[in-house]
């Protein structure tokens, strides 16, 4: 595809509900990442993807939330038992490898109220 | 990473160019520096990243002092669709690959 897509644009659910989030990373890139953003706020680190190596979770915020990425590709973030501070726009972003040098291309993100 | 800063908001006119300036004086010698916009409702944009020497690309120009320990971001020619939040961010593999997102600075592109 020509960019990351997310799906969907905008959930609306209630507090005590479980969500998924999905994410489709550019084809080839081996690197996928999720952050969060509340609103006003700056962009929070969630997880990190490379291949086939173990996740990096030290941005999960509770173990309400949890990320898988299947076959090296499309990648889902689950948040259990949704609070009204989890309402935020959760964006995903990919890059061709783990080197650190190259860039993220992020997707245009899911908008999540908590009602 | 090393922390960064940045001002809070700039007005820039239209065709004109736009600096926008970081502080980095605690970066280390294995670190870039990278600069993201976010444009209102849409997801970061990457421009330029760089770790010593200056760099230009399409985009920008990214302006890095000798000692390191700040840099500048050069749009030479702002639009009215670069009004956007710019973020400056120091990075390094040893952080694991994650960027880590400042307050950045507010730019007002004004006709």
């Known amino acids: 595809g020509a960019g990351v897509s997310q799906s969907p644009s905008n959930k609306v659910t209630e507090k005590g509900k479980d969500v998924e989030l999905r994410c489709d990373p550019i084809?080839?890139?081996?690197?996928l990442y999720w952050y969060r953003q509340s609103l006003g706020q700056g962009l929070e680190f969630l997880i990190y993807?490379?291949?086939?190596?173990?996740?990096?979770k030290s941005g999960l915020p509770s173990d309400r939330f949890s990320a898988e990425r299947t076959g090296g590709s499309v990648s889902t973030l689950t948040i259990q038992r949704t609070q009204q501070e989890d309402s935020a726009v959760y964006l995903c972003?990919?890059?061709?490898?783990?080197?650190?040098?190259?860039?993220?291309?992020f997707g245009p993100g899911t908008r999540l109220t908590v009602l | 990473d090393a922390k960064t800063t940045q001002p809070t908001s700039m007005d820039c006119a239209e065709g004109r160019a736009a600096n926008l300036p970081c502080n980095h004086s605690?970066?280390?010698?294995?670190?870039?520096v990278y600069w993201y916009r976010q444009i209102h409702s849409q997801g970061p944009q990457y421009i330029i990243h760089?770790?010593?020497n200056n760099e230009t690309n399409e985009m920008a120009s990214l302006i890095i002092t000798e000692d390191r320990k700040s840099s500048t971001l050069i749009l030479p020619h702002a639009t009215l669709r670069d009004t956007a939040v710019y973020y400056c961010?120091?990075?390094?593999?040893?952080?694991?690959?994650?960027?880590?997102f400042g307050g950045g600075t507010r730019v007002l592109v004004k006709p």
């Open positions: 961010i120091v990075r390094s593999k040893a952080a694991g690959n994650k960027l880590t």
């Open positions: 760089g770790l010593k």
């Open positions: 993807f490379q291949g086939n190596s173990a996740p990096d």
């Open positions: 605690t970066i280390s010698g294995n670190e870039y």
């Open positions: 972003a990919s890059s061709l490898d783990s080197s650190g040098r190259d860039e993220q291309f």
């Open positions: 084809s080839g890139h081996t690197a």
